[in-house]
């Protein structure tokens, strides 16, 4: 099973896409987990992003595709995966799919998980509390918004013309939502 989760920042993605690929035991990508990585590693690619992650911008292109093109590579990928956070540009979308055919490799489908902005808003002010993260404070996380309504959101309809987006809503308790889910992955 090949997968991309698509949602706006709070929407429950990470932790969503880390149950379905239990449920389906694939690999779990997050590309946000992997840039942090970076970042507490402080190697070259850490301290590039950490620029671009601090002030809710997104790290360039170029620089998630090396990422992506290296890591989709490896072994734990030929049986699936799910990938968290990428793409999130349709630059990124293209240069995945140009990766994707040289592996040989197809998209099942792209779970695109919504949520009111309200909602999103406010739980991303709670997680800021315990989550450490940098960037989950009020005036960044509007800013990530912003960014993904810009660049991310038009993902949906570039994925709606290849026939491969399952729209899902976001609210309610965490076991509702996978069933959801999966519901639509049968
Ligand atoms: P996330 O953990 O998915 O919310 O990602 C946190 C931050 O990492 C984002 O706000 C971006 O700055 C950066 N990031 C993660 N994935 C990507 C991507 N595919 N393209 C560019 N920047 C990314």
């Given at each position: 099973?090949?997968?991309i989760?698509i949602?706006?920042p709070?929407?429950g993605?990470g932790t969503?896409?880390k149950?379905?690929?239990d ?9 946000g987990v992997?840039?942090?990585?970076e970042?507490s590693n402080?190697s070259?690619?850490g301290k590039?992003a950490k620029t671009?992650?601090?002030?809710g911008?997104?790290v360039?292109d170029?620089?998630l595709?090396?990422?992506m093109?290296g890591?989709?590579?490896q072994n734990?990928?030929?049986n699936?995966?799910c990938?968290d ?8 979308a293209?240069g ?10 197809s998209?099942?489908?792209v779970?695109?998980?919504?949520a ?7 739980r991303l002010v709670l997680?800021g ?9 009020p005036?960044i996380?509007r800013?990530r918004?912003?960014?993904y309504?810009r660049q991310?959101?038009?993902?949906i309809e ?12 976001g609210v309610?308790?965490i076991?509702?939502?996978t ?5 639509t992955l049968?």
């Open positions: 099973m090949y997968l989760f949602g706006p709070g929407v993605k969503q896409a149950r379905i690929c449920h389906f035991s694939i690999v779990h990508l997050s590309t992997i840039l942090r990585d970042i402080n070259p690619v590039s671009f992650i601090d002030v911008q997104l360039p170029d620089v595709l090396k990422m093109s890591r989709l590579a734990d990928c030929n699936g995966f990938l956070g990428f793409p999130r540009t349709i630059t990124q293209e995945l799919e140009r990766i994707l055919t040289n592996l040989n490799q998209l099942d489908a779970v695109s998980i919504v009111d902005e309200e909602e999103l808003i406010n997680r509390s315990t989550s450490g993260r940098t960037d989950d404070t005036e996380i800013q918004l912003r960014v309504r991310t959101e038009p993902l570039f994925y709606e013309q290849q026939n491969l987006i399952k729209a899902v809503e309610g308790k076991t509702e939502i069933e959801r889910i999966l519901n049968v």
